[in-house]
C-alpha cells in the first residue's frame, strides 16, 4: 500500500511540474536583436538577445545569456544559434567552451509583461562562417539548467526564437 501511495503521489507531483514548466515556457518568448538587417562580408554581426513573460506568473530567469554551441554539454548551452546558409545548409558552430557557473546575480524575476535584454551585444562571426553572400536565417535557442541549487524556482527548459533572416552582401 504504501509504495502504491508512493507511486501515485510521485506522479502526481512529476505531472504538476511538468505542466507547471510547459505553462510557462509557452509565456517566456526569446527574440533575437540585430543592429541592421544587412551586412558586408567584412562586417561584424552583432546580436542582442530578449526575453519577455507574456505569462501572468513571475518567474525567475537566466539573465546571463551566455553565447555557446549546440555541441557543447548540456551544461553549457544557456544560448545557442541556429543558422541556415542561403543555400539551406545548417552552419557548424566553430566555437564550443565551458560556461562555469552563473552567479547569483544572474538570476532575475520577469514579472508579468517584463523583459530583459542580454546585458551586451554578442559578434557572431567567431561562431559561424558567413561566407556566401545571400539571406541567412538564425534562431536563437535559450536553455538553461540552472538556478534550483541556490535556491530559485528558476525556468529550466527551451525557448525557440522565432527565425530571423539577415543578408550578407558584398
Known amino acids: 500500500m504504501k509504495s502504491g501511495r508512493r507511486a501515485l503521489v510521485t506522479f502526481v507531483i512529476f505531472f504538476v511540474f511538468l505542466f507547471e514548466v510547459t505553462a510557462v515556457g509557452r509565456d517566456l518568448v526569446l527574440t533575437l536583436l540585430f543592429d541592421k538587417s544587412q551586412y558586408k562580408k567584412s562586417d561584424q554581426i552583432y546580436v542582442e538577445f530578449k526575453l519577455k513573460n507574456n505569462g501572468e506568473e513571475a518567474v525567475y530567469v537566466n539573465n546571463r545569456f551566455y553565447l555557446n554551441s549546440k555541441v557543447s554539454k548540456k551544461d553549457d548551452r544557456e544560448i545557442y544559434l541556429s543558422v ?28 508579468s509583461g517584463e523583459e530583459t535584454v542580454s546585458q551586451r551585444k554578442r559578434g557572431i562571426k567567431p561562431y559561424f562562417d558567413f561566407l556566401e553572400l545571400g539571406v541567412y536565417k538564425i534562431t536563437g535557442i535559450y536553455q538553461n539548467v540552472y538556478g534550483r541549487e541556490i535556491g530559485l524556482n528558476v525556468y529550466k527548459g527551451r525557448i525557440t526564437s522565432e527565425p530571423v533572416t539577415i543578408e550578407i552582401v558584398e
Open 84 to 111: 541556415i546558409s542561403p543555400k539551406g545548409i545548417g552552419l557548424p558552430s566553430k566555437i564550443s567552451q565551458e560556461t562555469g557557473l552563473p552567479k547569483t546575480d544572474d538570476f532575475i524575476l520577469l514579472k
